[in-house]
């Protein structure tokens, strides 16, 4: 369970947007617990909120994750050996 003070879930079930990582947890465990109310207990429904967590996971990777480490790449020089592509290699 997210570690979140009392106060701070009434505050984010009136609709505060999470201010800290645990506080996103939480918001983002209520979620699954509501989903799995919905639907019930079963390997299906826990496959199903498992799949759209990764699904997010790396949705979120693609679109953020990737052009951010890219700009810090153009920005700061790669610390891998690329060829002309731009692709890694290592050389012997």
Same mark, same amino acid.
């Given at each position: =369970?997210? @570690? /979140?003070?009392? *106060?701070? &879930?009434?505050?984010?079930? &009136?609709? &505060?947007? %999470? #201010?800290?990582?645990?506080?996103?947890? @939480?918001?983002?465990?209520? +979620?699954?617990? *509501? $989903?799995?109310? +919905?639907?019930?207990?079963? @390997? #299906?429904?826990?496959?199903?909120? =498992?799949? %759209?967590? +990764?699904?997010?996971?790396?949705?979120? $990777? &693609?679109? /953020?994750?990737?052009p951010y480490?890219?700009?810090?790449?153009?920005?700061?020089?790669? /610390?891998?050996?690329?060829?002309?592509?731009?692709?890694?290699?290592?050389?012997?």
């Amino acid at each position: =369970m997210p @570690y /979140v003070s009392p *106060e701070i &879930r009434d505050e984010l079930d &009136r609709a &505060r947007r %999470a #201010q800290t990582p645990g506080e996103l947890n @939480y918001v983002l465990t209520l +979620e699954i617990i *509501e $989903y799995l109310e +919905e639907k019930g207990l079963s @390997y #299906q429904t826990i496959n199903d909120i =498992m799949g %759209a967590l +990764e699904g997010a996971k790396a949705e979120f $990777y &693609r679109r /953020v994750a990737i052009p951010y480490e890219n700009d810090k790449i153009e920005e700061n020089g790669d /610390v891998y050996v690329t060829d002309a592509n731009g692709h890694p290699y290592y050389p012997k």
